[in-house]
């Protein structure tokens, strides 16, 4: 099974509010990653984690936080949610750290922020 | 600038035709290649991988890729509306780790018509 789960699938939010998405997988990956993809953009990776190290993208550094409990789970985390935040949200996984690991994504959260 | 340009954005190919998609990196850094497709309201699953110079063939589908031009494409034959889809290309280094992120591409949109 290679299922990697997302929760919502869809979420409002309101400028200034807080919003958490969670992904989870259940293939025993060691990294999970976030990406944000807006219409007629490229999937931009924000963030990842490799087992329990989080690497964080530089451009992003500041506007998304996560966290990783436990080897199944991810989420991610906005402080104060603007109108640029919304988009589609992708989770994704992979075995390994490695260069030939094939990522797994999920359904994705389609987040609006109004 | 989009370090993956692929091209043409959109596409529409018979039922039963022959379907080209083209990929190229500006980073000279990348050194793999990736095909995921988006079936829409679906998740990105990878469809092919390649990782050296030369012709990669799976069932209808056939990925090449020159590494010297840091240019891959991707041939679908006898195309079926089933086919219709996002096709999403990404690029990675060798070097793992941190560098094993994809990059992506916008993406091409594929119709097929029957």
């Known amino acids: 099974d290679t299922t990697v789960k997302q929760n919502p699938r869809y979420k409002l939010a309101r400028v200034g509010k807080p919003v958490n998405l969670i992904c989870s997988q259940t293939?025993?990956?060691?990294?999970m990653y976030w990406y944000q993809k807006k219409p007629n953009q490229a999937p931009k990776l924000l963030l990842f984690?490799?087992?329990?190290?989080?690497?964080r993208e530089a451009d992003t550094f500041e506007k998304f936080q996560s966290s990783r409990p436990n080897n199944s789970f991810c989420s991610l985390y906005i402080g104060s949610a603007g109108l640029e935040y919304s988009a589609m949200y992708l989770c994704?996984?992979?075995?390994?750290?490695?260069?030939?690991?094939?990522?797994?994504f999920g359904p994705g959260t389609r987040l609006l922020v109004l | 600038q989009q370090k993956v340009q692929q091209s043409p954005e959109s596409l529409i190919v018979p039922e039963g035709g022959m379907a080209s998609l083209n990929c190229t990196s500006s980073?000279?850094?990348?050194?793999y290649f990736w095909w995921y497709r988006q079936h829409s309201g679906k998740s990105p699953k990878m469809l092919m991988s390649i990782f050296s110079n030369g012709e990669k063939e799976e069932g209808r589908f056939t990925v090449h890729l020159n590494k010297a031009s840091l240019h891959t494409s991707l041939h679908i034959r006898d195309s079926q509306p089933s086919d219709s889809a996002l096709y999403l290309c990404a690029a990675s280094m060798e070097s793992g780790g941190s560098n094993a992120k994809l990059t992506f591409g916008k993406g091409t949109k594929l119709s097929v018509k029957s």
């Open positions: 984690y490799y087992d329990k190290i989080l690497n």
């Open positions: 980073d000279r850094n990348v050194d």
């Open positions: 994704a996984s992979s075995r390994d750290w490695g260069n030939q690991d094939t990522q797994y």
């Open positions: 293939m025993n990956h060691d990294t």
